[in-house]
């Protein structure tokens, strides 16, 4: 791809997340994709699992974002998410990331996206996510609870 092909790429990715469309963004990872961030390790059709289960359950959701670069075959995005998280009294949630994402043959074969998990998990969880979000045993009984709740089984 050349760059011009990976902006226009991006466009369409992050322009389907705004619109919460988890169908064309699952469309555009490889078959043996891979996605990571600060709770998911995923591949393949767990990406489109995982999307279709945040965009399918998201209160209150948007999504801005700037096309940080765009090279041949990569590219990174800044991107924000603003939602309510949670059940019975959800909590607002703006969260802040970085994506890097790799192509081959026009599609995306990697995906990681950082962001700043303690931030998240003080907005997220409440005072359980602000005195524990930065320890490691925290971060990976979250990253277990997600998996379980895409009906996957554990890292």
């Given at each position: 791809m050349t760059a011009e092909q990976?902006?226009?790429a991006l466009v369409r990715f992050y322009d389907a997340?705004?619109?919460r469309d988890a169908e064309t963004m699952a469309a555009m990872y490889a078959?043996?994709?891979r996605f990571e961030d600060a709770v998911f390790?995923?591949?393949g059709e767990e990406i489109a699992r995982m999307w279709r289960s945040l965009l399918g359950r998201a209160r209150e959701f948007s999504v801005t974002y700037t096309i940080a670069q765009a090279g041949p075959d990569r590219g990174a995005v800044e991107w924000t998410a603003r939602y309510l998280f949670g059940g019975r009294r959800p909590r607002r949630v703006v969260n802040v990331i970085l994506s890097e994402l790799r192509f081959e043959n026009?599609?995306?074969v990697e995906q990681t996206d950082r962001f700043d998990f303690p931030r998240w998990a003080a907005q997220a969880l409440g005072g359980p996510g602000r005195w524990f979000g930065r320890f490691g045993w925290f971060?990976?009984?979250?990253?277990?609870k997600a998996r379980r709740g895409l009906g996957l089984p554990p890292p």
């Open positions: 990976t902006r226009s997340l705004a619109q078959p043996d994709a390790r995923l591949r026009g599609r995306i971060q990976r009984a979250v990253a277990r």
